[in-house]
């Protein structure tokens, strides 16, 4: 198996097509082009910003780093819950998310349209302290995707009557860890967390090209990927008051892996075998590996300040640093950035909204080259308003991320398709 093609869903399988026919020399070639779509996961592997976290910090725009005084901030920054009141704080945030990717012209002319949706547990946290120290649980999903796919094409091609696609991706990623916080002086404060990292991706993609020849001839792909990674993700952080109403926050964090294991399972009929790949009508062929990814070093640091009892601001700059990773593919050095507005209406309701980046990691898509991923930088909004009481608090909100850029969904092909994801 060739492991700079076969990885942790950075890549997808690239090989030859086993549809190509030295007689229907053009109609395989079509074949050969339709048989080999690198279908991207929607839990996102060209981007690090996938899910927005927590209640709160959502509506900010993720920009939190420099106020986490709630059950949230054990995810953005565990200094941050120094500052949490009360006795015991716990929050719970459940999402639901759609996505939506149009690669424009994939197929002659023929758009390919990808949705996911899912409806999970987001985030839960609880805070307790003891004495001067904060100690706290939380659990998040960072990432995650369930998506289906079932279409039928019809007259590709005068050589092609019908192209059918089933496919199943399901992609989630889970950190779950405990988190403690003391404070250095009056202001300044450190915490640390660590999580447990866990991703399960199951992928399976059925296909089936049917040609108009006498008689009718076919070609049929099933494929099928399982991973498994584990790991660990420490977050350390430090939050500093230089001022009245300003603060100060900045973490550090990365994941390493122990284990990963990944199972590929390609299986592939032909009327006409020809022997490159499908060898006597039927082809099947199953590998593994237990290598390793790469994590970027992710370093955040924010400003937050209270410019009124009733506004508070907030901004967060987020740096994920190189990666060159035969496994799972390198990834340029990236920035993004988060903007946030929280506004106190009154003693019981606050609306919070945020502006925020979530640059692609890969590099920009050139003409002239072939199986390049795709490349896309996305640009976000986030609303939410939340209601108070004594002992509660409830918050409903929203976010909106679109981008347009350049793909080549087609293996082995040098066309480049105009993407738009929302």
């Given at each position: 198996m060739d492991k700079n093609r076969i990885v942790s869903g950075i890549r997808l399988f690239r090989g030859k097509s086993s549809f190509r026919r030295t007689f229907f020399a053009a109609a395989l070639?079509?074949?050969?082009?339709?048989?080999?779509?690198?279908?991207?996961?929607?839990?996102?592997?060209?981007?690090?910003?996938?899910?927005?976290?927590g209640d709160r910090a959502s509506g900010l725009g993720g920009a939190y780093t420099a106020i986490s005084?709630?059950?949230?901030?054990?995810?953005?920054?565990?200094?941050?819950?120094?500052?949490?009141?009360?006795?015991?704080?716990?929050?719970?945030?459940?999402?639901?998310?759609?996505?939506?990717?149009?690669?424009?012209?994939?197929?002659?002319?023929?758009?390919?349209?990808?949705?996911?949706?899912?409806?999970?547990?987001?985030?839960?946290?609880?805070?307790?302290?003891?004495?001067?120290?904060?100690?706290?649980?939380?659990?998040?999903?960072?990432?995650s995707n369930r998506e289906d796919q079932d279409q039928i094409f019809t007259d590709v091609s005068p050589l092609q009557t019908t192209y059918v696609i089933n496919f199943h991706n399901d992609d989630s990623t889970y950190n779950v860890g405990p988190s403690i916080a003391a404070p250095i002086s009056d202001d300044l404060s450190i915490g640390f967390t660590l999580y447990y990292h866990l991703r399960i991706w199951k992928y399976v993609q059925n296909e089936l090209n049917i040609y108009s020849t006498a008689p009718p001839t076919y070609g049929w792909s099933n494929r099928f990927f399982e991973l498994t990674e584990k790991g660990f993700r420490p977050v350390a952080g430090l939050l500093w008051s230089p001022a009245k109403n300003t603060s100060l926050g900045f973490t550090?964090?990365?994941?390493?892996?122990?284990?990963?294991?990944?199972?590929?399972?390609?299986?592939?009929?032909?009327?006409?075998?020809?022997?490159?790949?499908?060898?006597?009508?039927?082809?099947?062929?199953?590998?593994?590996?237990?290598?390793?990814?790469?994590?970027?070093?992710?370093?955040a640091i924010g400003a937050a300040y209270r410019a009124s009892p009733e506004l508070l601001l907030s901004g967060?700059?987020?740096?994920?640093?190189?990666?060159?990773?035969?496994?799972?593919?390198?990834?340029?050095?990236?920035?993004?950035?988060?903007?946030?507005?929280?506004?106190?209406?009154?003693?019981?309701?606050?609306?919070?909204?945020?502006?925020?980046?979530?640059?692609?990691?890969?590099?920009?898509?050139?003409?002239?080259?072939?199986?390049?991923?795709?490349?896309?930088?996305?640009?976000?909004?986030?609303?939410?308003?939340?209601?108070?009481?004594?002992?509660t608090a409830i918050t409903l909100g929203g976010s909106y991320t679109s981008g347009s850029g350049k793909a080549q969904i087609v293996g082995g092909s040098d066309e480049i398709q105009d993407l738009d994801v929302t």
């Open positions: 070639s079509l074949a050969a082009i339709l048989s080999v779509f690198r279908t991207s996961a929607l839990a996102d592997p060209f981007h690090y910003i996938n899910t927005l976290i005084d709630d059950a949230t901030g054990l995810y953005y920054n565990p200094a941050g819950i120094v500052n949490a009141s009360g006795r015991r704080l716990s929050a719970s945030v459940n999402v639901y998310s759609r996505s939506t990717k149009l690669y424009n012209g994939a197929i002659g002319n023929i758009d390919w349209d990808r949705k996911s949706s899912a409806l999970l547990p987001n985030y839960f946290g609880i805070i307790r302290p003891v004495g001067k120290v904060k100690i706290g649980f939380s659990y998040a999903v960072p990432d550090l964090s990365k994941v390493f892996l122990y284990d990963s294991n990944l199972v590929q399972q390609d299986t592939c009929s032909d009327t006409n075998a020809d022997g490159q790949g499908c060898d006597s009508q039927l082809f099947l062929n199953t590998a593994r590996t237990n290598a390793k990814r790469k994590f970027p070093l992710q370093a967060d700059l987020y740096y994920y640093s190189k990666v060159a990773d035969s496994i799972g593919g390198n990834r340029s050095a990236i920035a993004n950035v988060a903007l946030g507005a929280e506004y106190t209406v009154s003693n019981d309701w606050t609306v919070r909204g945020g502006l925020f980046t979530d640059m692609a990691h890969t590099p920009k898509v050139a003409a002239g080259g072939t199986n390049q991923l795709e490349h896309v930088d996305l640009y976000g909004i986030s609303m939410s308003v939340g209601h108070f009481t004594r002992t």
